[in-house]
């Protein structure tokens, strides 16, 4: 069973340019997680989607972020205009969605640098 | 809000040796999940071990279990005959439903030849 797919792997952008992230979730998974991992410290979860819908975004700076999962399989995660304080590892996961208490798997992540 | 600790930030451990790591959380709620997810170096993030709140038995995945004391609110991982690819960052995690993860700051553990 193929895993979560995230790209790109890396990016570097400057301040204020804007960037975007694509993550493919397992088959079949209908929740599909983003999170910001800063260096140094643990996933801090941004929006949760089940299927096409928003569940939880209570943690995205809507003034900046944005996000959406079209047709409830794959998602963008979108910075515009980025900041210095956005570096960081940006990790898309996904679970099965049917107990509300299901296990996350985790894509490898996009390391993003602002310079 | 839940949160998650972990106060060890860093620990070093024999090949071959048994090692112990410390997880605390705080919650209101009597039924949860907890988790404990490995992440080595550069490479992506994977689960080790799952605990429900209500089951009192404590969880085993080989090399891996844990010691769930819920009144303590602790949830420490113990890694039996350490090995070299045991290397990496270790995240304790808490979740009720709704499946909201709040993480641990991490331990970073290394295994020493």
């Known amino acids: 069973e193929a895993g979560v797919a995230q790209s790109p792997r890396y990016k570097i952008i400057e301040k204020r340019q804007s960037v975007a992230f694509w993550c493919n979730p397992i088959s079949g998974h209908a929740t599909l997680y983003w999170y910001q991992q800063i260096l140094g410290q643990g996933p801090k979860l941004l929006i949760q989607?089940?299927?096409?819908?928003?569940?939880?975004d209570s943690q995205l700076p809507k003034d900046r972020f944005s996000a959406e999962r079209l047709k409830g399989v794959d998602s963008t995660l979108k910075i515009q205009p980025a900041k210095l304080e956005d570096s960081a590892v940006y990790l898309c996961?996904?679970?099965?969605?049917?107990?509300?208490?299901?296990?996350?798997?985790f894509g490898p992540g996009t390391r993003l640098t602002v310079l | 809000a839940q949160t998650v600790t972990q106060s060890q930030p860093e620990m070093s451990v024999q090949e071959a040796e048994t090692v112990t790591l410390s997880c605390t959380y705080d919650?209101?709620?009597?039924?949860?999940?907890l988790f404990w997810y490995k992440q080595p170096p550069s490479r992506q993030m994977i689960l080790v071990i799952r605990?429900?709140?209500?089951?009192?038995q404590n969880a085993t995945e080989n090399r891996f279990s844990v010691n769930f004391q819920k009144a303590a609110k602790s949830f420490s991982l113990k890694i039996s005959d350490s090995q070299l690819g045991d290397t990496a960052m270790y995240f304790c995690?808490?979740?009720?439903?709704?499946?909201?993860?709040?993480f641990g700051a991490g331990t970073i553990l290394r295994v020493k030849s």
């Open positions: 605990q429900e709140a209500y089951k009192q």
């Open positions: 996961a996904s679970s099965t969605g049917v107990t509300g208490t299901d296990t996350q798997y």
């Open positions: 989607f089940q299927n096409n819908g928003v569940v939880d």
């Open positions: 919650t209101s709620e009597s039924n949860y999940y």
């Open positions: 995690a808490f979740m009720e439903y709704g499946n909201k993860l709040v």
